[in-house]
């Protein structure tokens, strides 16, 4: 068994604040040259706790850069017809250079039409099937956020990706399916994926050099599913019930933390590792989406 300490810890969110001092520098630059402030906008439906909670940290880290930034609040009656007009209304509005519709929405809207609807040149979370597709081109547009953020993190720790074995436990279409297409087309390294119909997934994240988990299952991935030095993501979050903790529940990743840090030689907490790299992810994009803008000018 490795030794651990702390240090074999991939801290998402002291990188994250790497990267958002580099942002805040270049908005210093834009707004020194007169040119354009990058400013995202927000559109929240319902009162859901932990949407309310990923929102708010967006704006905060917003305000840090030094974006400007507009939220907008809908009741969870809202109908399909009047979100798509306010995509629209955004869509159109020359001041936003980026715009994000926090997920998941209510059952009534379709959010694969909703999202389909934000302006590609706007889509800073990298949802549209334009800038999904773009993966794959020379050119890529703006990157999935979280699929990003990872691969971020992964580089700023010197991470091998290049021909190392990566397994993608989970294939949605926001984290696992652009997170293979980054890792395989983009940085070249040999990837397997896996979902909820994979035969003995254990068989397979043993033979992990990295593994990718997210499910949304906590802690589903043990201590015994992991190869000795393998280097583990926690992409999940979930809120469990507990009267132990004072806000009645607390996070869990999909990952049993304890277990499989004893075996990893780096592994992201949860919270403070996918997470706030999500968010970095997102600036980033907004950053560019404006310098596209500013570019077109
Ligand atoms: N819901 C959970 N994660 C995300 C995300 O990265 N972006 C948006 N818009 N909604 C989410």
């Known amino acids: 068994m490795t030794t651990t300490t702390k240090s074999n810890i991939l801290d998402g969110r002291r990188v994250a604040n790497e990267i958002q001092d580099e942002i805040k520098k270049r908005v210093d630059e834009l707004k020194e040259k007169g040119k354009k402030t990058p400013h995202l906008a927000a559109i929240l439906v319902g009162d859901d706790g932990a949407s309310q909670t990923y929102v708010n940290n967006k704006i905060r880290a917003c305000k840090k850069v030094g974006y400007e930034y507009t939220l907008m609040n809908y009741p969870a009656t809202i109908s399909e017809e009047k979100l ?25 809207i379709s959010s694969t039409k909703v999202t389909e609807h934000i302006s590609p040149e706007k889509d800073v979370d990298g949802f549209t099937n334009l800038n999904y597709g773009r993966i794959t081109s020379n050119h890529p547009g703006l990157m999935p956020a979280t ?7 992964l580089k700023r720790y010197d991470v091998p990706l290049k021909g190392s074995h990566c397994v993608m436990v989970g294939n949605s279409r926001t984290v696992g399916a652009p997170m293979t297409a980054i890792l395989s087309y983009q940085e070249l390294a040999t990837v397997t994926v896996c979902h909820k119909y994979t035969k003995d997934l254990a068989s397979h994240t043993r033979r992990a050099d990295i593994l990718i988990v997210a499910t949304g299952v906590p802690g589903l991935v043990k201590g015994d599913m992991v190869k000795e030095g393998a280097v583990v993501v926690d992409v999940g979050i979930t809120r469990v019930a507990s009267d132990e903790h004072e806000r009645g529940y607390y996070l869990k990743g999909d990952v049993e933390f304890e277990e499989v840090k004893e075996k990893a030689s780096l592994i992201t907490p949860v919270p403070g590792g996918v997470g706030p790299m999500t968010i970095a992810s997102l600036l980033l994009n907004t950053l560019r989406a404006t310098e596209m803008r500013i570019e077109r000018q």
């Not at 007009?85 to 519709?101: P, S």
């Open 84 to 108: 798509l007009a306010q995509v629209d209304r955004i869509n159109k509005d020359e001041d936003i250079d980026g715009l994000i519709v926090q997920l998941p929405l209510p059952d009534h």
């Open 147 to 153: 699929p990003y953020g990872i691969a971020e993190l």
